[in-house]
C-alpha cells in the first residue's frame, strides 16, 4: 500500500510518560500516549492537522456534543512487524466506516487522504508506544464530535476530530460468557446500530451491568423487533461454527461492520471452512446445543480480535463450549490474521499500511 508522507506539525512533550507504562501487563485502554492528533473542522472545512502533547481540552459545558450526542468513534490497531517496520491495519476499511457513522449522524465527513496522513503521523511520533509482546499491538482511537457550543436542538458547525493511542494487550483475559438479552435492545433496525457512536455503547451500559450482576461479561444482543434474532454482542461480533460451517448474522442497520469480522470472512475461504452469513435465530443456536452440532463460537472485533465465548445462556439456561485447541477454526484465523498483520505471512489483500522505521 502507497505510504503518505506525514508532514503535519508536531509539539513534542517536555517529558515523556513512557516510564510509567507497566508493558507486563497492559490492561486495555489504561495508558495513554504521549500525544494525540487535533484537527478541527471549522468555516465549512477541516483546518491543518496538529500533533499536541496528550491533555484536558478547553470545553463549554454548552457543546452539543454533550447534550445532543453527536459523537462518534474508530477503534484500529498499529503493529511493529517482524522487520520493525510500523503496520496499520485496514485504515482504509475504518475511513469508509467511521464516514458512513459520521454521515448518520449529520457530521462532517474526513477525506480519507486526511484521515491517514492523520494516523501516519501520530503513530510514528509515537512508534516508542508500541508493544510488541504477544497479543499487544497499539490501539488507536479516532474521535469526532460537535464542539460548537449552542443549546438550541441544531446540528454542529464546528466539530473536532483527535486521535488518541493507547498500548494495548488482550481485551478480555479469559473466554466470554454471553447472556442472549430477551428484554433490552441495543439498536433497531433504521437507527443508529451501525454507527459506531457513542450512544451506542452507553445505551449498552445498563442492561450489561445487569448481566454482569448475574455472572455474564456480555450481552448478546437480539433482533429489536422480536428477540428472535442474533445481531452482535455491543464491543465484538459473533460467529459460530455448525456442522463444520462458520456462520454468521448478516449485516443490517442494527448491526456494526465490524473490519475484523470482514476480514475473517475474506480469510476463511483459505482455511477451508464455507461461510454463511445470514439471518441465525437464537432457535438454531439452541438446537445446535442440544443436538451437539456447535462446535464453536467466538466474538471478532479489534479490541476483541478473536474471543473465544465460553458459555452462551439462552432462555435462563447456560449452554458451555469446549475450550478452543490448536485445530480451531477460531486459532487458525487469529493466528493467520496475526501473521499477516507482522509481515510472517504474506498480505495478500493488501491490509497492511506500513510505514518504514529508519534504518528498516
Ligand atoms: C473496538 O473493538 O475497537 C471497539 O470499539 C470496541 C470497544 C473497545 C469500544
Redesign the pocket.
Known sequence: MTTLTASIPVERIAKSRISEVDFNNLE??KYISDHMLVVDFLNGKWQEPKIVPFGDIPMSPAMLSLHYGQSV?????AFKNKDGNICIFRPQKHSERLNKSLARMCMSEIPEELFIQSLHAIVETDQNWIPTSEGSSL?L?PVVFAYEPRLGVKIADHFKFFILTSPAGA?FSKPTRLKVEETFVRAAEGGTGFA?CAGN?GGAFYPTQVARQEGFDQVLWTDAKEHKYIDEA???NVMFVIDGKLITPRLTTAL?D?V?RDSILKLAPQLGITVEERKVSVEEIENAFKKGTITEAFGS????VVSPIATINIHGIDYNLPAAGPDSFQVRVKEKLNNMRLGFEADTFGWNYVIPVNGQ
Do not use: I, P
Open positions: 486495555f485502554g468513534f474508530e477503534g484500529m490497531k490501539y482511537r481485551y459506531k455503547y455491543g464491543v465484538m456494526l465490524g475484523t472485533g479489534t479490541a476483541a
